[in-house]
């Protein structure tokens, strides 16, 4: 599977972002998609997920209220919009994909659950 993600940019507090995360493969629906941030000097961290068939979704505490993952199977892509953006949101915003059957409830924050990965798509803040 090829992720490609984009929509990045330069915005100021306040505003918003749509970042997209297009997939090649026909059967996008079959895998759980997560979205990863990273900033300089800091790990990558998890910030939302969409499970495959039934939809849960999942945000992390310092995004939740703002951002919103959604996915629309028939373009095989998956979205996050971020809202009432924040200078601490500045970071290379990461998808991923995966389609294996998962053993724990907490997966999704794992980023070595996830075998596929983007190029990734900067996401500056600007105060």
């Known amino acids: 599977v090829q992720l490609q993600a984009s929509g990045g940019g330069l915005v100021q507090a306040g505003g918003s972002l749509r970042l997209s995360c297009a997939a090649s493969?026909?059967?996008?629906?079959?895998?759980?998609v997560g979205w990863f941030r990273q900033a300089p000097g800091k790990e990558r961290e998890f910030v939302a997920s969409?499970?495959?068939?039934?939809?849960?979704?999942h945000h992390a505490d310092s995004v939740r209220g703002r951002f919103t993952i959604s996915r629309d199977n028939a373009k095989n892509t998956v979205y996050l919009l971020m809202n009432r953006l924040k200078p601490e949101d500045t970071a290379v915003y990461y998808c991923?994909?995966?389609?294996?059957?998962?053993?724990?409830?907490?997966?999704?924050?794992?980023?070595?659950?996830?075998?596929?990965w983007g190029q990734g798509t900067q996401v500056t803040v600007s105060s």
């Open positions: 991923a994909a995966d389609g294996r059957v998962k053993t724990y409830s907490t997966w999704y924050k794992n980023r070595n659950e996830y075998d596929y």
């Open positions: 493969e026909r059967t996008f629906s079959n895998y759980g």
């Open positions: 969409i499970s495959a068939s039934d939809n849960i979704i």
